[in-house]
């Protein structure tokens, strides 16, 4: 029985013998091989970055209702939307908002996590893993939580900062009252769950600055700050700006922060695109427009992206 | 152009361990000393003492006549070549010949005419505007040497300067570096642990061996008056064979008496020397050159020695004999021509005129 099986499948085979073996050596194939093994993780991406982008697009093209394109008075069909926004002064300010919320806060975070590293390098290595520990706490601390606690921080009734500014005898501040102060208080919670990111990546790059290359320097008749400027911050370029480049796609959507410590208020006055587009996509009922809001972080941060990724790219091509 | 002064230098390391040894040394303006020793001997400390990158725990260093130990290496005004280069990938060629120079505010047009002699010189003009990812391994070193010319420094420090080149563009470079010496006539201190490149390069080599300095001298001096054990056998490639022997008198001429037996006569020059060291256990050494076969030119001082190899190495323009003689490992250099056979006994001649006794209580040389 299993002669005459294998008799019947060879017999064809010779025909077809010279497809099998392509077919074999496409499947060993290296090519191949890195597709398959990739294959999970393009599942993925397409089901959980691709597929809802797409979906988005299509979503804020429709009405309110969902049942149909969105008319506009002078673009054509489906882009409705985006005209109503384009009109806008609450959409422009959170524009506006965000590209003020994203900028200052990772010039903070990026400053203040260069400092941070600069100043764990120095500490000799025993201390050094404490303090890093230490130091890493705010970014592993869910940021909706440690949020809450920096809220408690600032109300206008139990403010413990503000407690210890009376005790300065410095009058207390409406963190959360008050537009610009509110934005501020934003941003700071901000840069204090961000700023450790920064801190390690930047303790990484400083690590691999080869010691002769400050020694060099030294002789060459650098100062300290000249060897900032002209060894530590170029070896360190490529890994500042994809850092700023990270942090700003995840500053320019960040939603938890301006969620849970303003909800956007006072009066709309602090949201930015994420927590602007899930209350009119999601609490005002009209998600096609709240897709429209979040898809014009696209093009704002696909700028940026190639810009950053342009720079890293020719560093890499000269130095490595 | 300077004098380097080190006047008992010591670097201790945590835990008292010193890394050199209260040492003296006086480098002359325009020489070229080389220190040389096995890793760990405090050559490279002291180079870096002299740089300013490593604090001095006790001593003076002095260069050109000013005591330098508190002066950040910016101000001591010398020039380093490091062992990996230490070029800026970031920066060309060019800039990184410059670097030290707009760092000191040099005019623009004063920088550009030192950069361009320097490339000159160094033979890289061609290269200048490249970044240093883009060159290889020995024109990464030229250029590090163009970053310390361009500055017309007192002094040149090298710290092995070679040891990431093959071998055949290391003793390319060698040259380089001795012609370059040879223009700029720049005080040099030069950090190496191969005797080759001691030897060859300097004006008076330094052997350091665990912190302390074993001897300083020319390198011809160094090879044929060893002062210790160490020297001897540190200097010369391949190294000295040490034998151990009993210095003896018969009818007024002395005699080294190996273990095995066998007598070398000793010269009647070395008599007046040696003669009071008669009836103690010395090392005889020899350097592998002065055992040879009986085809040799010379005609004095010849003692003969049979010697069974143990292993043949035909290297074309010589062939090394190595034997085993009461413990001891020997080396002889041998003529190609030689019928030298594993496992057959082998008439050898000693040169006495070139042979070193060595007390082994203090391991100098007598």
Redesign the interface.
Known sequence: MAADGSMAVSAPATAGNGRANSLQRFARRRSTIAFFMTLPLLVVIVGLVAYPAGYGIYLSTLNRRMTSFMEGDWLPTGLGNFEILFGSDTFWMVVWQSCIFAISAVLLKALIGFWLAHMLHHIPTKGQRKWRGMLLIPWVIPPALSTLGWWWMFDPSYSAINWVLNVFAVPAVPWLGEPWWARASVIIVNVWYGAPFFMIMYLAALKSV?D??Y?????????GW?KLR??TL??M?NIISITVLFSLIVTFANYDIVRVLTNGGPRDLTHVFASYAFQVGILSSNIPRGAAVSLFMFPILAVCAFFVLRGVTR?NK??? | MAQVSLRKIVKAYEGDVQAVKGINLEIDDHEFVVLVGPSGCGKSTTLRMIAGLEEITDGEIAIGGAVVNDIPPRDRDIAMVFQNYALYPHMSVYDNMAFGLTLRKFPKAEIDKRVKEAARILDITPLLERKPKALSGGQRQRVAMGRAIVRDPKVFLFDEPLSNLDAKLRVQMRTEIKKVHQTVRTTTVYVTHDQVEAMTLADRVVVMNQGIIEQVGPPQELYHHPATKFVAGFIGSPAMNFMPARLEEASGALNVTLANGTSLPVPDSRSARYRPHVGKALLFGIRPEHLTDEKTMDKDNLAPLSLTPEVIEPMGMETLAHFRQDGAEITARLDPATPAEVGVPLRLLAHMDQMHLIDPTNDKVL
């Open positions: 080869p002769q290359l020694e060099a320097a030294a002789i060459d008749g650098a100062t000249q002209y060894v170029p070896m370029a560093r000269e130095q490595m």
